[in-house]
Nanobody, 126 residues
Framework: QVQLVESGGGLVQAGGSLRLSCAASGRTSSTRSMGWFRQAPGKEREFVAGIMWFSATTSYADSVKGRFTTFRDNTKNTVYLQMNNLKREDTAVYYC???????????????????WGQGTQVTISS
């Protein structure tokens, strides 16, 4: 089992930036991919970005392409989500997730991940 702890959320004005961190512990050697999801009030949890743990291949939702970047530091067992040019519609609770099963492509559906962090609130003001 992999334990995940997110940090870095907060309140920022539209156009600003935030960097989220997701620190992994436990059986991190079994991690194959990491994902970032978000959930706004009254909406379903949606895929934001993902990264393959070893190859660092990334994938992004169309709504964040060109604004968000995910990268990892394997020495720290930490994945980051750099969010630039934030918009009000980016307001949500952001979660990181880990998948330990082998996968060819970065999973974009929540049930494909087997470990989740507690979430961190990101609020964008106008």
């Amino acid at each position: 089992q992999v334990q995940l702890v997110e940090s870095g959320g907060g309140l920022v004005q539209a156009g600003g930036s935030l960097r989220l961190s997701c620190a992994a512990s436990g059986r991190t050697s079994s991690t194959r991919s990491m994902g970032w999801f978000r959930q706004a009030p009254g909406k379903e949890r949606e895929f934001v970005a993902g990264i393959m743990w070893f190859s660092a291949t990334t994938s992004y939702a169309d709504s964040v392409k060109g604004r968000f970047t995910t990268f990892r530091d394997n020495t720290k067992n930490t994945v980051y989500l750099q969010m630039n040019n934030l918009k009000r519609e980016d307001t949500a609770v952001y979660y990181c997730a880990a998948r330990t099963l082998l996968t060819i492509a970065i999973p974009i559906k929540a049930p494909e991940y087997d470990s989740w962090g507690q979430g961190t609130q990101v609020t964008i003001s106008s």
